[in-house]
């Protein structure tokens, strides 16, 4: 497996490099060698005393992407929190990864003991539905009605470009825009 290391903010230690790298490695079970996984490192500037550092594990196979991201006060116990999030998405979604990719070990995957069977069989469903008129606005008022609401995103009709547009709070607590091409 091929590791990159991307740091923001943060300047990561061998120690702490080596130590992600050998967590990491437990993970070569699953996929063949020339697979590709991005580690970044983060470290946020907010107010609070927790919450500081953030970890990104990404691992990049041919049409699908495996993500886990953990945010805690301390960057070693971020990787004990990451890699058994990636582990129980691999056991869970298996099936999908396995006729999408071929870079995914097919006949090496053990379902470990500790996962129940519901839980890895358990299939999401839809549990409710909303239906709304849009009202063409500008992206001012579309960040008022989102912070009026109380959500972590809105969707809206763009008054100055005459589409849908979804506008969510980041992480960081600044707002993002998804705009619609049709």
Do not use: W
Not at 136 to 164: C, Q, R, W
Request: proline content about 2%.
């Amino acid at each position: 497996m091929t590791i990159e290391f991307l740091c923001k903010n943060y300047d990561a230690s061998d120690k702490l490099k080596a130590i992600i790298d050998k967590k990491v490695q437990k993970l070569d079970k699953f996929f063949d060698d020339d697979t590709r996984i991005k580690i970044a490192l983060k470290k946020g500037n907010t107010r609070s005393a927790n919450d500081l550092y953030t970890l990104e594990l990404t691992i990049l196979l041919d049409s699908t992407v495996l993500r886990a991201e953990v945010t805690s006060d301390n960057m070693y116990n971020n990787i004990d929190l990451a890699i058994p999030k990636l582990e129980k998405q691999i056991i869970r979604h298996h099936k999908k990864i396995e006729s999408k990719s071929k870079k995914f070990r097919v006949k090496e995957l053990a379902i470990p003991q500790e996962i129940p069977e519901e839980e890895i069989n358990e299939e999401k469903t839809l549990v409710r539905s909303k239906c709304y008129t849009l009202v063409p606005m500008s992206i001012d008022d579309a960040i008022e009605e989102l912070e009026l609401v109380g959500h972590n995103f809105y969707v809206f009709l763009n008054k100055s470009t005459d589409s849908i547009n979804v506008l969510y709070v980041r992480n960081d607590g600044n707002y993002g825009l998804i705009e619609t091409v049709v």
